[in-house]
Structure formats: structure tokens, C-alpha cells
């Protein structure tokens, strides 16, 4: 397993979000093995074991997207296996994901959110301002989380109004900032600077500690706000990088661009946003249309 780990990290190059997850998921099926079929090595399982498995976390109330995420490392897993001559046949062949329901992504409105960014008195400290930056780089940029917590502040193009952003599988892209961004940036720098000098972390955003952002931190802070300006129960970072793309698209914006600057591999990743935008539709729809 330690093999097929390294494997993931340095060659598939997968988030450590995803290794986490995928050492879990892992770890769990070994113990199902053991502890169902006293089996220790997890290259004597057949597919009538794994679907066995699978139908236990059906039982177990498992969401499905888990589920089929438990799936897809397996299917990696025994793959590797195939590859590496462990095994003579992938039992994963005759094993089919369930079904998951499709789930329209969460978003904040655009007047509410910006409402807060506008109207609401962050503190004229390090800390105020840093939890500003933090809201305004999450929606200015829609950059995931990971993404946040790399930034180095020699990734900052001032001059050029753009941000280096190293992505998923260690890809780069570069990402335009907005005018209040870049202004809360400059704010925010200036605030580092006079807490901590220059004996700090070469991460663009700290803790009050100088140390980097770690992820509850930023799930804290967005959270504190978000709650706000919403009742909802989505009040993640993530939120805010669904909220970017939906308001560019209800603006207009090419799906083709909302895709590079979000940093999807494929166009089938952001078409998920085209569905909020076509409820948006018929809410406007339904209260102007004389016969609706």
C-alpha cells in the first residue's frame, strides 16, 4: 500500500487532500477484509468481496458521492496492482458505482456577499485585514482552498494584477486580481509587515503566530462571516469559489474562461455552475412572463 501511496503522491502528483482521503478509504477496506473474511492482503479479494463491501456502507447510510469515492480508490488501487503484477485479474472490472443525485452548487448571493465585503467594519489591524483578504482572495479569484494556503507573496504581480496559482497535480495558472483585491493586498502587507517585521513565514497569509494558514483556520474565518449574511448551512471556503463562477456566468462570461481561471481540467467541471444560472432563468421567468 505504502507503494501504491507513493506512487499517487509523486508521480500521479494527488492533492494531499485526496491522499488523506484515499488512506482512509484504504484503511477501511483492509479492516472490512480482516475482520469479515480474515483476509490480511488485500490482492485475495474478488469482486463478490468488494460488492459486499459496498453493500455494508449502503447500509451503513454512506452518502453515495462517498461511496463512489471509496470506488474510485480502488479502482486506482487495483489498477496499480495490475500494473505492478500482483495480481492477474482487476476484480474492479465488474464492479459498477452506484448512483449518486446530482446536487446544485451552494453559492452566496452576489448583492449579500457583497454587501458584507462593502458595508461591514473589518478592524484596522493585521488580523482584521488578514481575515478580509482571505474573503476577497476566496471570491476574487474563486481559488480553491489548498491553492489559498500556498500563495507565496512572491507570486503577488503587482504591477501586472496577477496571482501564480499552483493548482491540482502541481499545475500552474495564472490568475487575474480585481482592483479591491489588490488594494486589500497592499493594506494587508503593510499590517504583516509592521506585526511581525520580516521574521516570518514567505507564505503570502499567516496565523496571529506568523505561521502558515492551516485549513480549519480559513474554514473559521469564512465560516464567522458567511453566517452573516445567511442562515445556510454552506458557509465553506469552497462556497465562495462556486460563488465566483456562478455570478461570472450570470454576468455573462465565457464557460471557456470560467474554466481556465478556476483551473478545471476538462469543460464538463464547470458546467455544473450552467445550472444555477438556468434556475436563475426561471426564477426571472416565472415572475415576468405573464402566463407563468
Known amino acids: 500500500m505504502e507503494l501504491f501511496f507513493k506512487y499517487l503522491q509523486y508521480e500521479k502528483r494527488y492533492s494531499p487532500h485526496t491522499l488523506t482521503s484515499y488512506h482512509t478509504d484504504l484503511g477501511q477496506f483492509a479492516q472490512y477484509l480482516e475482520q469479515v473474511y480474515q483476509i490480511t492482503d488485500p490482492t485475495e479479494a474478488d469482486h463478490t468481496i468488494i460488492r459486499s463491501w459496498i453493500l455494508t456502507l449502503v447500509q451503513n447510510n454512506i452518502k453515495p458521492r462517498s461511496i463512489n469515492r471509496k470506488i474510485a480508490c480502488l479502482r486506482s488501487y487495483f489498477r496499480f496492482l495490475l500494473s505492478q503484477q500482483c495480481i492477474s485479474i482487476n476484480p474492479m472490472v465488474r464492479i459498477k458505482a452506484p448512483k449518486a443525485p446530482k446536487k446544485l452548487p451552494a453559492f452566496v448571493p452576489e448583492e449579500s456577499f457583497n454587501h458584507l465585503l462593502d458595508s461591514f467594519e473589518f478592524e484596522e489591524s493585521f488580523e482584521g485585514q488578514r481575515d478580509r483578504l482571505i474573503l476577497e482572495f476566496l471570491y476574487g479569484t474563486g481559488i480553491r482552498l489548498a491553492e489559498l494556503i500556498g500563495i507565496e507573496a512572491t507570486d503577488i504581480d503587482m504591477r501586472a494584477k496577477t496571482v501564480r496559482v499552483l493548482g491540482k497535480g502541481n499545475k500552474e495558472r495564472i490568475v487575474p486580481i ?88 476538462s469543460l464538463a467541471a464547470t458546467q455544473v455552475y450552467t445550472h444555477n444560472s438556468i434556475e436563475q432563468l426561471k426564477s426571472i421567468f416565472e415572475k415576468a412572463h405573464p402566463k407563468a
Open 178 to 265: 480585481n482592483d479591491s483585491l489588490l488594494s486589500c493586498i497592499e493594506v494587508y502587507l503593510h499590517h504583516k509587515k509592521s506585526e511581525f517585521g520580516d521574521n516570518n513565514s514567505e507564505k503570502l497569509l499567516v496565523t496571529n503566530k506568523a505561521r502558515p494558514l492551516y485549513p480549519k483556520f480559513v474554514y473559521r474565518v469564512v465560516k464567522k462571516y458567511i453566517s452573516l449574511i445567511t442562515t445556510s448551512d454552506h458557509n465553506s471556503p469552497h462556497v465562495l469559489r462556486h460563488s465566483f463562477a456562478t455570478h461570472l456566468l450570470n454576468k455573462g462570461a465565457d464557460l471557456n474562461a470560467i474554466k481556465d481561471l478556476l483551473g478545471h481540467s
